[in-house]
Each structure stands twice: as C-alpha cells, then as structure tokens.
C-alpha cells in the first residue's frame, strides 16, 4: 500500500542521463595553440647546430674508446715487432728474477760452505756441471733432496747433507726452497744482482761504484752428445762408472802415462796418506823425481768415494794423473809414474776443498 506513484526504471537515479553527444576529436588533443607544428627559422637552425654538434661528441667519444681498446690490447699483450713484452710475461720475468736473487742469498747463506761458492763442490758434490743439471738436477729432484735431505742422493742415511724444509725439521720454509730452486736452475744467459738479503737492495762494489752481480749456472742450449750415457741417479756412481779401470791395487787413470810394467811393485817410495771427514790428514807430500813411486791412500769416510789425484803446480793446475775413486772405509795403494821435479797440488775429484802439495824433488 504505498502511495508512490511508479516513474518507471530511472526513477531513482538522481539525474537523468543526458542524451550521448557525437565526441569531437578536439577532446582528446592538444589545445590548438601547442599544435603549431611550424618552425621559425631560428628555431630550425639552432636544432640543427644543435644535432650536428651532439653528433661530433658521439663521434668523440666513440673514437676515444675505440683508440683506448687498441691500445690496450697491445699495452697488455705486447706491441708487435718486439717493441714490448706483454705485460703478463713481463711480470713473470720479474718474479722469476726476484726469486732466483732471493735464492742466490740462500745459496750463499747455507750452501755455499759445503757445494762451494759458484756450486763447484767441496765437502757435498759439484752442483754446477752442465750434464749434471741436464739429467739430474731438475726441479722435482731438487724439491725432493731439500725436503727429505741427502740420503734421497744415494740412499745414504748417514748423509752430509741435511733436512732443508721445515716441512720435515729444516731451516727452510716452502718458498725460500722455492727461491733456492730458481736459483739453482737459473741460466747462464743473463745478469743477475747481489741484493743484500735484508732490504733486497743492490750490493755496491766498492770498486767499480756499480751493482754486484751474477750469474746462474746452467747452459740452456746445452744437449748431451748424441748417444751419451744419462747421469747417474746416484752421483756417486759418476765415479764408479763401468768405463773406468777395473778396481785393482793399481789406479792410473786413462790418461796417465803408462807406468813400465815392472814398476808396479818397487821397493821405492811409498807415501802414506788417509782422508777422514772430507778432509785429508796431511797437507803435503814429497816424493822423488823421475822415479815412479806408490801412494798408499786410506779412505776411512764410509760410503764417501775419494781419491788421490796430482795436478800440476796446484790443485787447481791441469791434471796429471788421477788414482781411481772409492768408497770407505777402504785402503788402495797406487803406482804413480815417474813425474818431473817441481811442486805440484793433490786434491780428491770429488771434493775440491781436499788439497795439498805435492813437492817432487
Ligand atoms: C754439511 C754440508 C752440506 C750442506 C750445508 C749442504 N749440502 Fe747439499 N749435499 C751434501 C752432501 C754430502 C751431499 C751428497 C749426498 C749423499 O749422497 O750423501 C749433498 C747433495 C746435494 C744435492 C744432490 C747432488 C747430486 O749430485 O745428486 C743437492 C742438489 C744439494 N746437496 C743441494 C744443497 C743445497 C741447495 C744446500 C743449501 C740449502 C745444500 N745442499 C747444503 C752436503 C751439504
Ligand atoms: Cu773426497
């Protein structure tokens, strides 16, 4: 029972929609006023010396990286023709110098009293030989004797030479072994500088006003004759090899002048010598001139080989004759042949630092 009179549907909406009107596309656009498209004539020409100039500086700037890229390249890599190293291999070049001067002060520091100063031996064996760095000295033999000490040469366990790395109780750490390899096995083509070991600074010699140096010792060109004989593992066996004279009473060397078959056993001279600890027990011999005469040597070092060897004038002079090489504990007696008057120098092969004087009189 309501008393509403009926509108119809749209009755309660608050206003009547209006009727739709066709849209103009003016409603969806600029206002006229911003849709001049024309372009005064200033407007034109500074948008094109605007452009034009942006363009310049994109030109620029790609010019600038491309120049960079190509010169970077080479700065990094070398310029061509061998005007520089690339820099990676310059930097490893000098690491590896670093590293050989560093081991050169360990060398000296530690070494040098048993290898010798230049590695020429002494108490412990030559170290600067050719064939020997060829063959037997390579690195991994290095690492190996410096980390576990002399026996890994020859089995020995009594062995001279001691434990390097402190891995196993030695003085050394990883990278002073490291440095001491590199120097080791440095070569001989270039000049190295005495540094001194604790700034590193070049060592001045007082003389010349100008850098200690050095050199390594092995010869990379060097190639063993075609069919030789690799050395030995053990280097004592350089000593022992089967080319040598077959161990007897008597050792001449090859060379020697051949002694007159009777003299093997004379009632003459017979010098007495021992070698105990690397070292000779007398530092001079006499013997007579122009008469051949015996050497009865005793090597009292075990499984140390020495011998008896006469060099002309000193122990450094050409060799003269040369008595076989032998391990202790052993005695040996020689026949030395006749040798003129004069003095000369004895030393044990094996170890330059066993000298005397021969004075044949
Ligand atoms: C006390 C003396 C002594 C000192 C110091 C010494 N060595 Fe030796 N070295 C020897 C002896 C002895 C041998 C021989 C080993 C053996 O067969 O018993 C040897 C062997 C070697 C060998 C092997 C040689 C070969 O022909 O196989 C190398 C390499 C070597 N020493 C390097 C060094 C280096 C590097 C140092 C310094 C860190 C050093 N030695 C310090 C005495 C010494
Ligand atoms: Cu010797």
Redesign the pocket.
């Known amino acids: 029972m309501t008393d509403q009179p009926d509108r119809g549907p749209d009755s309660r909406l608050p206003v009547p929609r209006p009727p739709a009107e066709p849209v103009s596309p003016d409603r969806f656009a600029a206002p006229p006023s911003a849709r001049r498209f024309e372009l005064t004539p200033e407007r034109a020409a500074q948008i094109v010396r605007q452009s034009s100039s942006a363009r310049f500086v994109g030109f620029l700037a790609v010019g600038v990286v491309v120049l960079f890229v190509i010169v970077y390249y080479f700065y990094e890599l070398g310029f061509p023709g061998g005007l520089t190293q690339s820099r990676l291999a310059a930097e490893t070049e000098a690491q590896q110098v670093t590293a050989v001067e560093r081991g050169y002060n360990?060398?000296q520091a530690?070494?040098a009293?048993?290898?010798g100063a230049n590695g020429e031996g002494g108490?412990?064996?030559k170290?600067n030989d050719q064939s020997?760095l060829f063959w037997?000295?390579r690195e991994d033999y290095?690492r190996n004797?410096?980390e576990v000490g002399?026996?890994y040469?020859?089995g020995?366990p009594n062995?001279?030479?001691?434990v390097?790395s402190d891995r196993n109780g030695g003085p050394?750490n990883y990278k002073a072994i490291e440095d001491?390899i590199a120097f080791?096995r440095a070569t001989n083509e270039r000049e190295y500088t005495v540094r001194d070991p604790e700034l590193f600074e070049p060592e001045i010699d007082p003389e010349t006003g100008r850098p200690k140096t050095f050199t390594g010792w092995r010869d990379p060109n060097w190639r063993p004759e075609p069919g030789a004989t690799p050395y030995p593992a053990c280097?004592?066996d350089e000593f022992t090899s089967p080319a040598s004279p077959a161990p007897g009473l008597a050792g001449a060397s090859p060379s020697a002048p051949a002694a007159s078959p009777g003299a093997s056993a004379p009632a003459g001279v017979v010098l007495e010598i021992s070698a105990q600890n690397i070292a000779f027990d007398k530092t001079e011999l006499r013997a007579p001139a122009n008469t051949p005469f015996q050497i009865r040597f005793t090597n009292n070092d075990a499984g140390i080989p020495h011998n008896v060897a006469i060099h002309e004038g000193s122990p450094t002079g050409p060799e003269v004759w040369r008595g076989e090489i032998f391990n202790g504990v052993e005695t040996r007696v020689y026949d030395v042949p006749a040798l003129p008057a004069g003095t000369y120098g004895f030393i044990c092969t094996v170890h330059p630092n066993m000298t005397g004087t021969l004075i044949v009189e």
């Open positions: 360990i060398y530690n070494c009293r048993c290898h108490i412990g064996p170290l020997k037997h000295l290095l004797i410096l002399g026996r040469a020859c020995d062995s001279l030479m001691p390097w050394l001491l080791l280097w004592k």
